[in-house]
């Protein structure tokens, strides 16, 4: 489901103007499903309306969206395990970004960086090597730890709407500032690389866009921390193991259980 979270920033309550237009439907063209073979042409998919959720964050920052045409990845992680590499709070939100770069780079030969502001962002236009531009944002970041166990991590913008697209009906970045970056765009890999959306299924070879992602991001993270080999988890495995997380935590804060409830719903 379309999600738009907020941040421990965003201290104002939201009017029931801004609570309204963020939860207003969204016409979102669906991702495929399944495989296809990379030479296929790109199958027409409807744009339904869907319904859009609202929740309350314990990361820091402020609105940010996920939804359809991102890969939302979030790490849990003992940063003080002996079964992987330690890393402290900075490390870590370092090693987060330098594998989104890496896998950017890799899959789709684009080249990502940091900023003074927080995520990756990219500035060259691919069509034209020589041509410099603004930085554009093309991974968000936001990250929540307690007793050094991490929550949140990164989503990366594979095939979403973009700048141009001012409709909020269709675009769900045209309803917010992003992560209240004022005078920042946001931008899409279909966007960066060159032939568009079908350059970037041809890289992919065919498969779900976002699993694809996702499965070379965990295995570069895995690399990364000193961890052998990544397993697929069911979603009703996730749910399972949320759940029991929640029956048995006698410690944990009434937004961090509020949250939790929250993503249950949305899965």
């Known amino acids: 489901m379309p999600t738009y979270t907020l941040g421990r920033r965003q201290t104002a309550p939201l009017t029931d103007h801004e609570a309204g237009r963020l939860k207003a439907p969204l016409r979102i063209i669906l991702p495929e499903k399944g495989d296809r073979p990379p030479s296929a042409p790109p199958v027409p998919t409807p744009a339904p309306l869907l319904p859009v959720a609202v929740l309350h964050s314990p990361r820091g920052g ?14 849990v992680l003992d940063l003080k395990s002996p079964d992987h590499k330690q890393f402290t709070v900075r490390c870590y939100s370092r090693l987060l970004e330098d594998t989104t770069i890496s896998v950017l780079r890799s899959l789709f030969g684009l080249t990502a960086f940091t900023t ?8 060259l236009v691919s069509s034209n090597p020589q041509a410099l531009r603004d930085p554009v944002k093309i991974a968000a970041m936001g990250v929540h730890l307690r007793r050094h166990v991490t929550a949140l991590g990164t989503a990366i913008n594979i095939a979403m709407p973009s700048a141009d697209v001012l409709s909020e009906e269709m675009n769900p970045w045209a309803r917010i500032v992003a992560c209240g970056l004022e ?34 991001w965990a295995g570069e ?19 399972a193991l949320v759940t029991d997380i929640l029956a048995r935590s006698d410690d944990i804060t009434p937004e961090e259980a509020e949250y939790v409830t929250g993503l249950q719903r949305l899965l």
């Open 221 to 239: 993270l895995a690399r990364r921390i000193g961890v052998d080999g990544v397993d697929a988890a069911r979603q009703e495995d996730i749910l």
């Open 116 to 123: 003074e502001d927080p995520g990756v962002w990219v500035s």
């Open 62 to 75: 402020q609105t940010t969206y996920h939804g359809p045409g991102q890969a939302v990845l979030w790490p």
């Open 183 to 216: 005078g920042k765009v946001v931008t899409s890999v279909a966007a960066e690389v060159d032939g568009g959306l079908p350059s970037l299924d041809n890289r992919l070879g065919g498969r779900v866009r976002e699993e694809a992602v996702a499965a070379s």
